[in-house]
Structure formats: structure tokens, C-alpha cells
């Protein structure tokens, strides 16, 4: 049994070491990052709105973890019964990114799919101990509310 037990943490080394590759964008209900407090100033740089206002986008700044204080702040429908919009962020492995271009922003429009965001996001990569930069793209459906990403280099 001991010697199972020491083998196990080198067994899962590589799995371990393949997530940490693996680049996870998440998408999370608003909760703390979201607070006004973190909205990232100048806010007139750092907001834009999409749909005739019915969408925004900002740049959320947490300061800490410094790697990864970086997150994208998204309100839109589809609208609740109390008539407020749905709330979510855009992280990178459950915390942020250690970097947004938000400047670079840019957006497109498909009936099919719905709104689409492509910017640049800079990520720690510890098998190099610095950052690097990917795309990343995120679509909105606004009658499901519904997100997806996907993160190239």
C-alpha cells in the first residue's frame, strides 16, 4: 500500500502537467470579479455595448492574483423575470487572464449563431515562467444567453 501511494502522485504527474498545457477558458456567473470595484478605468476605454445597448462588454481588473487579474464582463439577454440582463465573466482556468487587449476588440454578427468577440489575452505558461498571447474568440446567443469560447495562439 505505501509504495502505491507514492506512486500515485508520479502517475499522475503527466496528466497534471497536460491540463496545465491545455488552456481552459471559463464562463462563470457573476460573483466578486464583477463588482464595480474591479471595473477597469478609464471606463469609457474599458466598456463597449453591442445590440443597440442591449449587450456590454468591460474589462474587469481584480489586481490579484497578479497573473491572472484580468477578466471580460459580460451583461445580455436573454432578460430575467425582474427585467435585469444575465451576468457573466470570461476568465481563464476558473481565475482571469494575465492580460486583455480590450482595445483590440473587435465584433461580428451572425443570425445563426449571434454575436461574436474575437481579443487578445495573455495567459502565465509555467513551463516557460512568462505569459503567452492567445485569441480569444466568444460567441453570445441572446435568446439562450448561451457562450462559447475557444482560445488559439
Known sequence: MPRFLTALPLALLPALAAAQEDPVVTVSDCDWQASAWNLAEPWEENSRT?????????????????AAWAHILVLSPPYSEM?????????????????????????SYDPATGL????????????IA????????????????????????
Open 50 to 66: 453591442f445590440s443597440n445597448g442591449k449587450t456590454r462588454l468591460a474589462l474587469l481588473d481584480t489586481i490579484e492574483p497578479a
Open 83 to 107: 427585467g435585469d440582463r444575465q451576468c457573466k465573466t470570461i476568465g481563464y482556468g476558473g481565475m482571469g487572464f494575465g492580460g486583455i487587449r480590450f482595445n483590440e476588440l473587435t465584433s
Open 116 to 127: 461574436s468577440f474575437n481579443v487578445p489575452v495573455q495567459a502565465y505558461n509555467s513551463a
Open 130 to 153: 512568462d505569459f503567452d498571447w492567445y485569441s480569444l474568440r466568444f460567441t453570445l446567443n441572446q435568446a439562450t444567453g448561451d457562450i462559447t469560447t475557444a482560445l488559439t495562439q
